[in-house]
């Protein structure tokens, strides 16, 4: 099995589609010899904010000399993002290797009846692996919800970090914040040690409050209103928080919550804040207001529930006013396409719409429809890479293109060809 092989396999899996419950990777983890029981593990759950957790709790783990791996979701330009040592990448080689041993497993499960799904697959993948290379410590990021997601068939974690939480896959998680906090909370485990942030919604934060009690947990919250902001542009924000002076190398307000929460969980580990502030500033985060040229300013940001949507709103209002912005949009139509676009495009000159290659894709001419009326200039263009070219022309070096949207657009993009 070569790296065009794994992947395809993997992806092969979706035909079982998405299926929640640890049963299934259960079985498949014990065909693998229980590499998650000879792990540690940080847990990362949350609406927003949890891959940017991951990534820097990573980066600050690496900084301390850990040896330690990174599981994350979705990927944007490369499969083996998903599965990363010292913030490397999986190599190709070593993923067809690891593949291999999940796909022999998943085999023997299948002859009994037992199929398990694409993100169990690749999770059970990232679990051996870490294993076998001998990982001191696992940064393991939530993939939907936390009760019943594969991650959450590890032990006790030495830490579960429990990002923002708000409405978002409300058909499969509950409709309110309530309870998609309680599926969020299914990762706290008892005894366990607990961060979140003073800026959590107070009905989630009520949820965890009472999780943690009844799992007779410690509960950390890091104080959002102790962090002193000493400079900020579209580029990062300097912060001294509880003793520490660090520059976030990313964009927003939401940031510095995240940041936040960060310093609060690595102190948690007993990680000192030397390294803390070396791995914060040397993190780096695809596709989350991600600034990839400045001149002119092009930011790619995934991301298009509401609180994704008010935090690009925050920046470009505050940070990009005096540049001409055009805008480059594809979203999932199973998404609130039309209150994303009114926060976005009345702050654009220019949107142009297309549709990414996704079978949940909207169809660029509906995105076009449902943001005329916010924006004065618009166009759609099928093709993605067609777009992003019809995009790119109309931009000039003091002005500022702005990719967002679906993960799956910025993919198509900039990802693997």
Same mark, same amino acid.
């Given at each position: 099995?070569?790296?065009?092989?794994?992947?395809?396999?993997?992806?092969?899996?979706?035909?079982?589609?998405?299926?929640?419950?640890?049963?299934?990777?259960?079985?498949?983890?014990?065909?693998?010899?229980?590499?998650?029981?000879?792990?540690?593990?940080?847990?990362?759950?949350?609406?927003?904010?949890?891959?940017?957790?991951?990534?820097?709790?990573?980066?600050?783990?690496?900084?301390?000399?850990?040896?330690?791996?990174?599981?994350?979701?979705?990927?944007?330009?490369?499969?083996?993002?998903?599965?990363?040592?010292?913030?490397?990448?999986?190599?190709?080689?070593?993923?067809?290797?690891?593949?291999?041993?999940?796909?022999?497993?998943?085999?023997?499960?299948?002859?009994?009846?037992?199929?398990?799904?694409?993100?169990?697959?690749?999770?059970?993948?990232?679990?051996?692996?870490?294993?076998?290379?001998?990982?001191?410590?696992?940064?393991?990021?939530?993939?939907?919800?936390?009760?019943?997601?594969?991650?959450?068939?590890?032990?006790?974690?030495?830490?579960?970090? =429990?990002? +923002?939480? &708000?409405?978002?896959?409300?058909?499969?998680? $509950?409709?309110?914040? #309530?309870?998609? !906090? %309680?599926?969020?909370?299914?990762?706290?485990?008892?005894?366990?040690?607990?961060?979140?942030?003073?800026?959590?919604?107070?009905?989630?934060?009520?949820?965890?409050?009472?999780?943690?009690?009844?799992?007779?947990?410690?509960?950390?919250?890091?104080?959002?209103?102790?962090?002193?902001?000493?400079?900020?542009?579209?580029?990062?924000?300097?912060?001294?928080?509880?003793?520490?002076?660090?520059?976030?190398?990313?964009?927003?307000?939401?940031?510095?919550?995240?940041?936040?929460?960060?310093?609060?969980?690595?102190?948690?580990?007993?990680?000192?804040?030397?390294?803390?502030?070396?791995?914060?500033?040397?993190?780096?985060?695809?596709?989350?207001?991600? =600034?990839? +040229?400045? &001149?002119?300013?092009?930011?790619?940001?995934? $991301?298009?529930?509401? #609180?994704?949507? !008010? %935090?690009?709103?925050?920046?470009?209002?505050?940070?990009?006013?005096?540049?001409?912005?055009?805008?480059?949009?594809?979203?999932?139509?199973?998404?609130?396409?039309?209150?994303?676009?009114?926060?976005?495009?009345?702050?654009?000159?220019?949107?142009?719409?297309?549709?990414?290659?996704?079978?949940?894709?909207?169809?660029?001419?509906?995105?076009?429809?449902?943001?005329?009326?916010?924006?004065?200039?618009?166009?759609?263009?099928?093709?993605?890479?067609?777009?992003?070219?019809?995009?790119?022309?109309?931009?000039?070096?003091?002005?500022?293109?702005?990719?967002?949207?679906?993960?799956?657009?910025?993919?198509?993009?900039?990802?693997?060809?």
């Amino acid at each position: 099995m070569n790296y065009e092989d794994s992947v395809k396999y993997i992806h092969s899996l979706l035909k079982f589609g998405m299926n929640l419950g640890l049963q299934r990777i259960s079985a498949l983890l014990n065909e693998l010899g229980n590499p998650q029981e000879k792990l540690e593990f940080v847990h990362v759950a949350g609406t927003n904010g949890k891959g940017t957790t991951s990534t820097m709790l990573s980066s600050i783990l690496c900084a301390a000399g850990k040896k330690t791996g990174l599981f994350t979701s979705p990927y944007v330009f490369d499969f083996c993002e998903r599965i990363q040592i010292n913030n490397k990448n999986i190599p190709h080689d070593d993923l067809s290797l690891v593949v291999e041993k999940v796909k022999n497993a998943c085999d023997r499960l299948s002859a009994k009846g037992t199929e398990p799904t694409e993100f169990e697959a690749i999770t059970a993948a990232a679990m051996l692996y870490f294993y076998e290379q001998k990982c001191d410590a696992v940064v393991l990021e939530v993939g939907l919800g936390g009760r019943y997601d594969s991650t959450n068939i590890i032990p006790c974690p030495k830490a579960a970090v =429990i990002t +923002s939480i &708000s409405l978002d896959h409300t058909k499969i998680l $509950g409709d309110t914040v #309530e309870k998609i !906090a %309680a599926e969020k909370c299914g990762i706290i485990k008892n005894g366990g040690t607990v961060i979140t942030t003073s800026e959590q919604n107070e009905k989630a934060l009520s949820v965890i409050k009472d999780t943690v009690k009844e799992k007779n947990g410690r509960l950390l919250i890091g104080d959002v209103s102790a962090a002193e902001i000493l400079s900020e542009d579209i580029f990062g924000t300097e912060i001294s928080y509880n003793g520490l002076t660090v520059k976030i190398p990313l964009v927003g307000r939401h940031q510095v919550e995240n940041t936040v929460g960060v310093i609060t969980a690595a102190r948690a580990l007993g990680i000192s804040d030397e390294f803390i502030k070396k791995g914060i500033e040397s993190t780096v985060i695809h596709a989350r207001m991600e =600034i990839i +040229s400045r &001149s002119p300013v092009i930011m790619l940001d995934g $991301g298009h529930n509401p #609180e994704c949507a !008010a %935090a690009l709103e925050n920046v470009l209002v505050r940070f990009a006013g005096d540049k001409s912005i055009t805008v480059l949009i594809g979203m999932m139509a199973d998404k609130d396409t039309k209150d994303y676009l009114a926060a976005i495009l009345p702050h654009c000159k220019t949107a142009v719409f297309t549709k990414p290659s996704n079978p949940r894709a909207e169809d660029e001419t509906e995105l076009l429809r449902e943001g005329e009326c916010f924006c004065r200039d618009v166009v759609s263009v099928k093709d993605p890479k067609d777009a992003y070219k019809k995009a790119r022309s109309l931009v000039k070096n003091g002005d500022m293109l702005l990719v967002c949207g679906s993960f799956y657009l910025l993919s198509d993009i900039f990802g693997e060809p």
